[in-house]
């Protein structure tokens, strides 16, 4: 025979408040045994604790109601399991970004930026013919398009039997930073015309003149060595308008150890010599 307890028992069993008892009631999570038609009153039975008790824990883990609720009926095991194994694997990835903000926070309360950095240089970039992919993109979405942009730029160089004849690089419109949507483009330059293919096309990108900057690593953080270009070429009166260009030295294509990544950051300046 079930043993039967009030909600406040229940509560007090489970370490669930009688709130959020009755919030997952309410959303189909974890129903009572039985409802009073004329009271309302809820009644759980000690059946049903560790099925609160799994509940509680997965919500500790900040698990979506919806997938303790997939997790709970899963069909079997296997079923479960991957999608528990999801969860822990986007807790990790939350975790390890977590760290990496820690890290650069700690950095730059360590490593105030100098007031004129070293590490900056001019140079002249000619007009460089080059395939590219073009579109307009969110800047939450950056990073993934630019991973499948670039991916497919070298998986057409490769189909037609062309070495690319320079690092890849990007090209981003000031609206993609201030409104968080514009136009990209990421392009790998070579010196054969080749067959469009897909969204990749042939592309001269335009001759201009930068002061950039080196960023090792990861893209986390880059955002500091932008600020620190940025700083140069405001205090120097050098900018002008354009897009920001990237061009990835060593990158994703070259190793898949981020550590050992380069990106430089071009910001386009007036010319400073004839």
């Known amino acids: 025979m079930k043993t039967s307890l009030s909600i406040g028992d229940f509560s007090r069993a489970t370490h669930l408040s009688v709130k959020t ?6 959303v ?9 038609p004329h009271t309302g009153y809820r009644r759980y039975t000690t059946e049903q604790i560790p099925t609160a008790q799994i509940i509680r824990r997965f919500r500790d883990l900040d698990m979506p109601v919806h997938e303790v609720q997939a997790v709970l009926s899963a069909p079997d095991a296997q079923a479960r399991n991957t999608l528990i194994a999801g969860h822990l694997n986007r807790l990790e990835e939350g975790l390890s970004r977590t760290q990496t903000a820690v890290a650069s926070l700690r950095d730059l309360l360590r490593q105030p930026s100098p007031a004129e950095p070293a590490n900056i240089a001019h140079r002249s970039v ?8 073009t579109e307009t993109v969110d800047l939450d979405d950056a990073l993934n398009w630019y991973q499948g942009a670039i991916g497919e730029l070298y998986a057409t160089l490769a189909a037609q039997n062309v070495p690319p004849a320079g690092p890849a690089g990007g090209i981003f ?3 993609l930073f201030t ?12 010196a054969d015309t080749l067959r469009p293919l897909g969204r990749v096309s042939p592309l001269v990108v335009p001759a201009v003149e930068l002061a950039t900057i080196e960023h090792l690593g990861p893209h986390t953080g880059i955002d500091r060595a932008y600020g620190t270009l940025a700083t140069y070429v405001t205090r120097h009166a ?6 920001i260009r990237e061009y990835y030295l060593t990158g994703r294509h070259d190793t898949t150890d981020q550590a050992q990544w380069r990106t430089e950051i071009g910001w386009p300046i007036f010319r400073t010599h004839i």
Do not use: K, M, N, W
């Open 21 to 26: 008892l009755r919030y997952y009631h309410r």
């Open 28 to 36: 189909r999570l974890l129903e009572p045994a039985d409802v009073d």
């Open 126 to 133: 000619e007009a460089t013919p080059a395939l590219a992919v």
């Open 173 to 175: 419109s000031g609206d």
């Open 179 to 190: 409104h968080e949507r514009g136009q990209a483009t990421i392009f790998v330059p070579c």
């Open 238 to 243: 050098l900018a002008v308008e354009g897009p």
